[in-house]
């Protein structure tokens, strides 16, 4: 029994060391984050590229008095613009239906006295086009809008390489956040070395929609321009 009571009492004192030791290092562990001073910087970088990705919205929007021939007539047209689409060499997986409506349309006709309401249907029908070669976007407008398409809008524009100019876009960051943090730390005799913590707070890298001149009988301009792919950060160095 004694035994027992002295193994107990051995036990019951280890577990007590170990808690009072956790606790002392938990202790000194606020102590020293306590202690660090810190300055906080934010950095941000930017980089320009020309975008060679488009991305357009294509479709046909057809009426009638009669919804399945206004029906018939937008899915005769529809396939025309695919075929012209196909033609200039646009893939399957580039072209995504994004709309297709069925919706009845009332408007006054003002024929007889009281102006009575005349009833037809509307369907439309829109894909997304991904175009690869951007050179191509022009001849892709003229080529839809003479196979019967009349809903062309929504120029977008991307970069097929964002993320390694995404990545630029850091590297110029940091190196602001560095260079704030070196004029600040000047001031008291000390030079950033390595940050104490990095936040990354943004990633914008927009589509940038397009102007688009379209003139009857001519090919259609369009000017992409370039986009603008930043980065931010948050920098925190300790001294």
Do not use: C
């Not at 202690?35 to 919205?57: C, H």
């Not at 075929?83 to 003002?110: F, H, M, Q, V, W």
């Not at 960051?173 to 730390?185: R, S, T």
């Not at 379209?214 to 986009?227: A, F």
Request: no cysteine.
């Amino acid at each position: 029994m004694r035994k027992l009571y002295l193994t107990l009492l051995t036990i019951l004192v280890l577990v007590g060391s170990v808690f009072i030791f956790q606790n002392t290092n938990t202790s000194a562990d606020m102590e020293v984050d306590k202690d660090v001073r810190l300055v906080s910087v934010s950095g941000k970088g930017m980089v320009t590229a020309s975008p060679d990705i488009a991305f357009i919205d294509i479709g046909v929007e057809t009426e009638d008095k009669d919804a399945k021939v206004a029906q018939a007539n937008n899915s005769k047209d529809m396939n025309k613009v695919m075929e012209a689409l196909k033609k200039l060499g646009i893939k399957d997986k580039n072209i995504k239906t994004i709309r297709y409506s069925l919706y009845d349309r009332y408007e006054y006709n003002g024929k007889k006295e009281g102006k009575e309401k005349e009833k037809y249907y509307v369907v439309s029908n829109i894909v997304n086009v991904k175009i690869e070669n951007i050179e191509m976007l022009g001849k892709v407008i003229d080529e839809v809008a003479k196979a019967g398409s009349n809903q062309i809008s929504n120029i977008r524009f991307d970069i097929s390489n964002k993320k390694d100019l995404y990545n630029q876009a850091l590297e110029l960051a940091m190196k602001d956040a560095h260079q704030k943090a070196a004029a600040i730390m000047q001031a008291f005799d000390e030079k950033p070395v390595k940050p104490y913590k990095i936040i990354e707070s943004s990633y914008y890298a927009p589509f940038m929609r397009g102007d688009m001149n379209m003139i009857k009988g001519m090919d259609t301009r369009v000017n992409p321009g370039e986009l603008e792919i930043t980065a931010s950060l948050m920098v925190e160095y300790d001294y």
